[in-house]
């Protein structure tokens, strides 16, 4: 992203950037683009402020910018911004981080 354009989620959501799914199996057959699964890992890029108790004090989020993160495979909601392409997620969709 750039210094000028960023993309900032609002409350638990958090935009990742996926890791690509594989182009071949692991024999060497190359697949078509309808036949990749659908990628389950990526980066952390940017993160909501969190959300609200029921007293109104704001609960940070667990993951950061820069985390390695397992999610949810058919979860969020993909985007394109800057030519680059995201994905926006709640932080329960977050099922993991590579540690």
């Known amino acids: 992203m750039t210094d000028?354009?960023?993309?900032m989620p609002m409350h638990d959501k958090?935009?990742?950037?996926?890791?690509d799914g594989e182009d071949?199996?692991?024999?060497?057959?190359?697949?078509?683009?309808?036949?990749k699964d659908k990628p389950i890992?990526?980066?952390v890029i940017a993160?909501?402020?969190?959300?609200?108790?029921?007293?109104?004090?704001?609960?940070?989020?667990?993951v950061k910018i820069g985390?390695?993160?397992?999610?949810?495979?058919?979860?969020?909601?993909?985007?394109k911004f800057d030519g680059e392409e995201y994905l926006i997620i709640k932080?329960?969709?977050v099922l993991a981080k590579l540690v």
């Open 14 to 19: 958090i935009v990742v950037k996926k890791k």
């Open 24 to 35: 071949k199996t692991p024999g060497g057959i190359l697949l078509p683009e309808s036949a």
């Open 41 to 43: 890992q990526g980066t």
């Open 67 to 79: 985390d390695q993160i397992i999610f949810a495979k058919w979860g969020g909601t993909e985007i």
């Open 91 to 93: 932080e329960s969709d």
């Open 4 to 7: 000028k354009n960023k993309i």
């Open 47 to 62: 993160v909501g402020s969190g959300v609200r108790d029921k007293d109104g004090k704001v609960i940070p989020l667990d």
